[in-house]
T-cell receptor
């Protein structure tokens, strides 16, 4: 089955700097890769996603890149702000299951003032 | 979008007892999912629940321990049976908002607030 690995597990950046979180997946047939943000004590919420027919997607300060050949995808946050502090999860949707989402282990991002 | 209500939000339970968690969605959905999130950990899929059929369980989860009901397109329950301290966790209900049956079409899972269980 699909396996998603995520790193780093923790990341601390200075406010205003960029943050990058990387994930790899094992199932070459996976076709959908969402990123979820979970603030402390809150539910996970989708922040951006990318499909396998696209190499990059951007939404304001957030961008995601996908390298299908290498089976890895990354989240980039630019001009980080205190409200970006949260746990971020990457995920993959394996082709074998239309609606199943397999999550990575999570990255705890802290923004230093 | 979808609005999901989960009950209870938290509970403290005794070892050996069972607890049922309810998940109510404000619209009809094809797929409902139950996840477990242990403290500081990722989200692990327990099972997928479709209306009118038995739930599909992931490796490591069995129906006797986590029986699931899905009586209609807006409601599901997850029971945690014969609980032990290792079952202390947050249990989250989630739905795929569309009716196509494919997350890659609709693009989003919506989550309930979670039910935090502590087993003593």
């Amino acid at each position: 089955g699909e396996n998603v690995e995520q790193h780093p597990s923790t990341l601390s950046v200075q406010e205003g700097d960029s943050a990058v979180i990387k994930c790899t997946y094992s199932d070459s047939a996976s076709n959908y890769f969402p990123w979820y943000k979970q603030e402390l004590g809150k539910r996970p919420q989708l922040i951006i996603d990318i499909r396998s027919n696209v190499g990059e997607k951007k939404d304001q300060r957030i961008a995601v890149t996908l390298n299908k050949t290498a089976k890895h995808f990354s989240l980039h946050i630019t001009e980080t702000q205190p409200e970006d502090s949260a746990v971020y999860f990457c995920a993959a949707n394996p082709w074998s299951s239309a609606s199943k989402i397999i999550f990575g282990s999570g990255t705890r991002l802290s923004i230093r003032p | 979008s979808a609005v999901i209500s989960q009950k209870p939000s938290r509970d403290i339970c005794q070892r050996g007892t069972s607890l049922t968690i309810q998940c109510q969605v404000d619209s009809q959905v094809t797929m409902m999912f139950w996840y477990r999130q242990q403290p500081g950990q990722s989200l692990t899929l327990i099972a997928t629940a479709n209306q009118g059929s038995e739930a599909t369980y992931e490796s490591g989860f069995v129906i006797d321990k986590f029986p699931i009901s899905r009586p209609n397109l807006t409601f599901s329950t997850l029971t945690v049976s014969n609980m032990s301290p290792e079952d202390s966790s947050i249990y989250l209900c989630s739905v795929e908002a569309g009716t196509s049956g494919s997350i890659s079409d609709t693009g989003e899972l919506f989550f309930g607030e979670g039910s935090r269980l502590t087993v003593l």
